[in-house]
């Protein structure tokens, strides 16, 4: 049974960083593509951003690109994501995500498996 547990969230200051750590298991980690995805009260569950199955390329929201980093760890069967310069609107539940497949996608319809999520959130 495929099993993704998110961790690494919690209150962080406006402008500050968070680490997002999202542990695989009951799959072969490295046939599958990783997302991140979030989503706060009141609003659609949206893509930030996901990595191909070997980590050889990532792609971003233009809400989240150059100040976030997606990485994976084919050892650990972990997926990362680190995010900087943290603002208000960054608040949110974080959902790791995996699909079958060497590519990312940004639709949450494409994949597979979901984690319970992470919640993070930016004070003022």
């Known amino acids: 049974q495929v099993q993704l547990v998110e961790s690494g969230g919690g209150l962080v200051q406006s402008g500050g960083s968070v680490r997002l750590s999202c542990a695989a298991s009951?799959?072969?980690?490295?046939?599958?593509?990783m997302g991140w995805f979030r989503q706060a009260p009141g609003k659609e569950r949206e893509f930030v951003a996901s990595?191909?199955?070997?980590?050889?390329?990532?792609d971003y929201a233009d809400s989240v690109k150059g100040r976030s980093t997606i990485s994976r760890d084919n050892v650990k069967n972990t997926v990362y994501l680190q995010m900087n310069s943290l603002k208000p609107e960054d608040t949110a539940v974080y959902y790791c995500?995996?699909?079958?497949?060497?590519?990312?996608?940004?639709?949450?319809?494409?994949?597979?498996?979901w984690g319970q999520g992470t919640q993070v959130t930016v004070s003022s």
């Open positions: 009951g799959l072969t980690f490295t046939a599958y593509a």
């Open positions: 995500a995996g699909r079958q497949g060497t590519w990312g996608f940004r639709l949450p319809i494409g994949y597979d498996s």
């Open positions: 990595v191909s199955s070997r980590g050889g390329m990532s």
